[in-house]
């Protein structure tokens, strides 16, 4: 009788010790799932994807949309144009959802208007740029500055020089 108990006892410790072992399986599987993110540029992509818009944002992952343009608009500080006044040096990220006109669908934005200053490029297969402060803009002579907050232009364009990441 002894015996059959020890057995018993010992079935029922590898039964609970095999649950409690599925249980750590199952609850990381679950938590990787789960901690699956999807960003907001992300789902803006998804929601905008080929319009043939460019939008900038005032903070970063695409939220706070600052401005949307199918055209070029190379002074955000001016009245004109569908980026205006303070849209001018606050963009923190980017979004390009489409073609512009003739294969033209890479977007060049520059610190100064006109299109003059410092440059970066956004190139259609880029997407998204979720946080400018990671991001350098380059003038002709090779000198950097950071992105974030600097942009006063831009302009649809076939070539991307200086990729914005």
């Given at each position: 009788?002894h015996?059959?108990r ?7 410790a ?6 409690s ?35 900038a ?13 199918s ?18 040096d606050?963009a ?5 959802t ?9 977007v060049?934005v ?9 440059m ?26 950071n992105?974030?907050?600097?942009i ?11 990729a914005?990441?």
């Amino acid at each position: 009788m002894h015996e059959i108990r020890m057995a018993l006892a010992a079935a029922a410790a590898a039964a609970a010790a095999a649950a409690s072992a599925c249980t750590l399986l199952a609850g990381p599987a679950q938590a990787a799932s789960d901690g699956v993110q999807v960003t907001h540029c992300n789902a803006w992509y998804q929601d905008h994807k080929e319009d043939g818009f460019f939008r900038a944002f005032d903070a970063v992952d695409c939220y706070e949309l600052l401005g949307e343009a199918s055209g070029n608009d190379a002074n955000w500080a001016d009245g004109s144009g569908t980026f205006r006044g303070s849209d001018n040096d606050a963009a923190t990220s980017l979004l390009n959802t489409g073609t512009y006109a003739n294969g033209i669908n890479n977007v060049m934005v520059f610190s100064d208007a006109g299109p003059n200053g410092y440059m970066g490029c956004m190139s259609r297969g880029e997407i998204f740029v979720d946080d400018l402060r990671d991001n350098t803009l380059f003038n002709a002579n090779g000198l950097a500055m950071n992105a974030n907050n600097k942009i006063s232009g831009h302009e649809w364009t076939s070539w991307c020089y200086n990729a914005l990441t």
